[in-house]
Nanobody
Framework: QVQLVESGGGLVQPGGSLRLSCAVS????????MHWVRQAPGKGPEWVSG????????YYAASVKGRSTISRDNAKNTVYLQMNNLSPEDSALYYC???????WGQGTQVTVSS
């Protein structure tokens, strides 16, 4: 049974930073890729970033590229998303998911507001 648990969200002022974590338990081959997806109120889900198992390949949505860094620690079975220079447009529920989108966590809320 694969379980994903996100943490690290919170209330931050514009221009601030947060590091989100996704702790994974269990195993599925689709964990080779891991992704972050976010959903703001009243909007559809938006893919944010993805990372290959070795960490050597990463991808970012244009909306976060240049101010976000995805990483993973396979020894700790944890995926991270460092987000800097946050703006109110980044406010959303952030989920991590496996490469095949089959497994999802419960999400962690990020709110950017002064």
């Amino acid at each position: 049974q694969v379980q994903l648990v996100e943490s690290g969200g919170g209330l931050v002022q514009p221009g601030g930073s947060l590091r989100l974590s996704c702790a994974v338990s269990g195993f599925t081959p689709s964990m080779d890729w891991m992704h972050w997806v976010r959903q703001a109120p009243g909007k559809g889900p938006e893919w944010v970033s993805g990372i290959w198992i070795s960490g050597s390949t990463t991808y970012y949505a244009a909306s976060v590229k240049g101010r976000s860094t995805i990483s993973r620690d396979n020894a700790k079975n944890t995926v991270y998303l460092q987000m800097n220079n946050l703006s109110p447009e980044d406010s959303a529920l952030y989920y991590c998911t496996t490469g095949d989108l089959q497994y999802w966590g419960q999400g962690t809320q990020v709110t950017v507001s002064s």
